[in-house]
């Protein structure tokens, strides 16, 4: 499948619209214009890839509300060149958001299918990071510490490990919450015993599962 003019015009409209719901980043917003979404998803749902919607991916997992995709990368604040985990690489969108904001990406996914078809998939688009199969709660100790961690389903509750993990001075944003919504989360780590943490509205993912490897 190719990205036509079309789809280019149906990425401008979504993007006008993130506009509309208050993203500002222009780097962001850059990305979402660029990144062919459609090229992300089963064929089903390809008529509605610039919908601000989630949609399945298979393997109980979905591709994330555009929306959503930027309200958490630009909590994030992202300076290039920083090292970010994201837990749950999913379809992959998010991490080519990520890539394609000069981010140095390790992205962690639990689902099998899921993680070698998208390891597989992305750098075909020419976005290229480093791909871990295994536990999201655990996150990759050996490379930390992180500037900046995302997690991109619904955990429970903070998961101190990657609190851990992360850099002081660093941001981690996370949806958490058991049930169909969850509050996001801004979790800035001031020193090494000390975060600050506040929320900023609810959303809905799938649930992060635990010691699923």
Do not use: W
């Amino acid at each position: 499948m190719k990205d036509t003019f079309r789809h280019k015009g149906l990425r401008q409209i979504l993007v006008d619209e993130l506009i509309g719901k208050g993203i500002s980043d222009q780097s962001v917003l850059s990305m979402i214009n660029e990144i062919p979404r459609h090229l992300f998803m089963d064929n089903a749902f390809v008529q509605f890839a610039y919908k601000d919607k989630a949609f399945p991916i298979g393997s109980g997992q979905t591709i994330s509300q555009p929306y959503t995709v930027a309200f958490q990368t630009e909590l994030l604040q992202l300076n290039p060149y920083e090292k970010v985990l994201e837990v749950g690489t999913g379809s992959g969108y998010q991490a080519a958001v990520l890539i394609g904001m000069e981010s140095n990406v390790y992205t962690i996914e639990r689902q099998k299918e899921l993680f070698t078809k998208t390891k597989d998939f992305l750098p075909k688009l020419g976005y290229n990071c480093n791909f871990y199969y295994g536990d999201g709660y655990k996150g990759l100790d050996k490379f930390s510490p992180f500037d900046k961690i995302i997690i991109t389903c619904g955990a429970p509750n903070i998961p101190e490990g990657l609190i851990k993990q992360l850099k002081v001075g660093g941001r981690m944003v996370a949806p958490i919450g058991n049930g169909d919504v969850q509050v996001m989360h801004l979790i800035e780590k001031l020193s090494e015993t000390e975060i600050r943490t506040t929320t900023h509205g609810e959303f809905s993912f799938v649930p992060m599962l635990n010691n699923k490897n």
